[in-house]
């Protein structure tokens, strides 16, 4: 009997993948979080004492200042604890959740070229620039 049920049902499984109607998801797939931060962004838009929103609010902040915004200028900005606004104490960790879409992370809102320099990431600008009025 138990043969005869693993059989049945190993036939069943195997009907179902060849036809289609299983949908069998693959291992690890980066789409699973792609644009992760876009849902996010709304939220964290709303929550000024959110990291991710001080974050966000400090590179807008430099961005206006200068014309490229710098990891170091960035940095700086985030750990200075006088400015409550931006002040993120673990901007290293939290900043770094926010360069990739992973399974836990906060989603993909910068990315970080060779000069170190910070620029958003090009799959979510228009949501951001969307929400870019709470952040300034």
């Known amino acids: 009997l ?11 499984v195997s009907k179902e993948i060849l036809i289609g109607s299983h949908s069998a998801k693959p ?4 789409s699973d979080n792609y644009r992760k931060a876009a849902n996010k962004i709304p939220g964290w ?8 929103h ?3 609010r400090a590179f807008y902040q430099l961005e206006n200042e200068m014309a490229i915004v710098t990891m ?5 900005r985030c750990m200075d604890n006088e400015r409550s606004d931006t002040y993120v104490p673990t901007f290293d960790s ?3 959740q926010m360069k990739i879409d ?11 070229d060779s000069n170190k320099n910070v620029v958003i990431w090009e799959k979510i600008r228009s ?7 709470h952040f300034c």
């Open 45 to 52: 838009a709303k929550k000024k004492n959110q990291f991710n």
């Open 94 to 96: 939290n900043f770094a």
């Open 102 to 112: 992973a399974d836990k992370s906060n989603g993909k809102v910068f990315e970080v």
């Open 54 to 56: 001080k974050i966000i």
């Open 127 to 133: 949501v951001l620039e969307e929400y870019k009025d």
């Open 72 to 76: 170091d200028a960035l940095k700086k």
């Open 27 to 30: 291992i690890s797939s980066s």
């Open 2 to 12: 138990l043969r005869q049920y693993i059989s049945s049902s190993l036939a069943k």
